[in-house]
């Protein structure tokens, strides 16, 4: 019997973490070939990754055949899963997205307000290409996508491509569990967290441990900065007890960005003024990182990478493969269609949610209504994102317009319009259906 995963992306800093996952797992989730896929200009590194990989599973003593190619459609022949950790544009166009805005005085963050639009711009077309792939050269693959925005790219193939067999991942909601123990001096694996949102505006209602309601503990601990609960690519803040008590609710690290929108901003200015972007920050991580996995004496993921900010995306997708294969009916926090699991929502919109998980795919738990408080920021956010998946798709000037302005990090009717123009054009060899529409002559 085979069992085979495809990597997109592989040339990533982050592909070490899946192969020490699968190794990890290999007994219930027992891989017998892994293909690392990357673009032309990501070759050398696919190269790094690809010999760290052989020396990881040679020394594991696992059967599974590795190899790496930029032949896409050839790799995908009999793939079961097929995960995506793409970056159109790399981090230089990362940084642009937290440069440019940065510089009229808006949020700069790669998923958030008009760096995050962009971002969508320029993934959507290439992963609803590589959906069409899965979907006539492995249709029975399930596709996993950590790819950012998760939620928006997540929500645009299920509503737009021909394969349904889509599940979106993020490592927020791991993260969020994981301080939460941390908070209460537990292990996170007797840590349940009730979410409610979408994905980087998901919410925690309830805390339990070992089945017990821990929820108030919890936010009353939170209150101040005495807990990092952030990942590394976003500074702490804190809480104000007057927010926690409020909203009664479990925010999440990106909830800074919403409703401390003026503190981050001087703060990421002040980061900016004195060690560039997070993203060229992040440059010189890789460049170490792959310093280390050049290392031939190399057979491990090195401890280096957790200081990504999206160290453990890997090890939630590795799980939630495990799952489907194993049909563990166990729950996951993922990214999938709501099916009425938020009875505000529509059916189709694609919500952060608790699931069984099975080999059929996700199936929400149903978690009820929105509360009050936030009702009514969720409804803008959900509008928000089908705005950015429409002109992601159309390609039109006035649909950009609409997302970047409905956008609560930016909504100002004349530098939405100002913002969008520089950051078209500075992304113009990535937005072929802009350019294709006349809009970047």
Avoid at 349 to 358: D, G, H, R, Y
Avoid at 362 to 369: A, D, K, L, T, V
Wanted: proline share 5%; aromatic share 8%; charged share 25%.
């Amino acid at each position: 019997m085979t069992l085979k995963l495809v990597i997109i992306g592989g040339g990533s800093s982050y592909t070490p973490e899946i192969i020490e996952g699968i190794i990890r797992r290999h007994d219930s989730f027992p891989v017998t070939e892994i293909v690392l896929v990357d673009i032309k200009t990501g070759q050398k590194k696919l190269e790094i990754i690809g010999n760290l990989s052989l020396r990881m599973i040679e020394k594991s003593a696992k059967s599974i055949k590795l190899s790496w190619t930029l032949d896409r459609k050839e790799a995908l022949k009999n793939a079961d899963f097929v995960s995506t950790q793409i970056r159109v544009g790399g981090l230089e166009a990362r940084s642009k997205d937290e440069r440019i805005p940065l510089s009229h005085g808006f949020i700069g963050q790669e998923t958030n307000g008009a760096g995050g639009i962009f971002k969508a711009f320029r993934t959507i077309p290439v992963l609803m290409e590589l959906a069409e792939d899965i979907h006539t050269i492995c249709p029975d693959a399930w596709m996993i996508n950590f790819t950012n925005p998760a939620g928006i790219v997540t929500e645009a193939l299920l509503k737009h491509s021909a394969h349904q067999k889509v599940i979106g991942v993020c490592n927020i909601p791991f993260n969020m569990r994981h301080s939460t123990a941390e908070i209460l001096g537990v292990s996170p694996d007797d840590v349940k967290i009730q979410f409610i949102g979408m994905n980087h505006f998901v919410f925690g209602q309830k805390v339990f441990v070992n089945g017990m309601d821990r929820t108030e503990d919890v936010l009353e601990k939170l209150v101040g900065d005495h807990f990092d609960y952030s990942p590394a690519n976003i500074v702490n803040l804190g809480w104000s007890k007057t927010f926690i008590e409020s909203t009664r609710l479990l925010p999440n690290p990106y909830h800074q960005y919403y409703f401390q929108t003026k503190d981050v901003l001087e703060k990421d200015l002040q980061a900016y003024k004195e060690n560039g972007t997070r993203a060229e920050v992040v440059q010189q991580l890789e460049e170490s990182l792959f310093e280390l996995y050049r290392n031939p004496e190399l057979r491990d993921k090195p401890k280096e990478l957790e200081k990504r900010g999206g160290a453990f995306y890997s090890d939630v997708a590795c799980s939630l493969m495990d799952s489907i294969y194993n049909n563990k009916e166990d729950v996951q926090t993922v990214n999938t269609f709501n099916n009425g699991a938020i009875p505000d929502l529509p059916n189709d919109a694609v919500i952060e949610a608790n699931c069984i998980i099975t080999n059929h795919g996700p199936r929400p738990i149903s978690i009820g209504p929105l509360p009050a408080t936030i009702k009514g920021l969720v409804y803008q956010m959900k509008a928000f994102e089908e705005l950015v998946i429409r002109a992601s798709i159309s390609g039109d000037y006035n649909d950009a317009y609409t997302a970047l302005l409905m956008n609560p990090l930016i909504g100002d009717e004349k530098r939405s319009k100002v913002l969008l123009d520089e950051l078209l054009e500075a992304h113009k060899a990535y937005l072929p259906q802009f350019n294709s529409r006349g809009e970047l002559e």
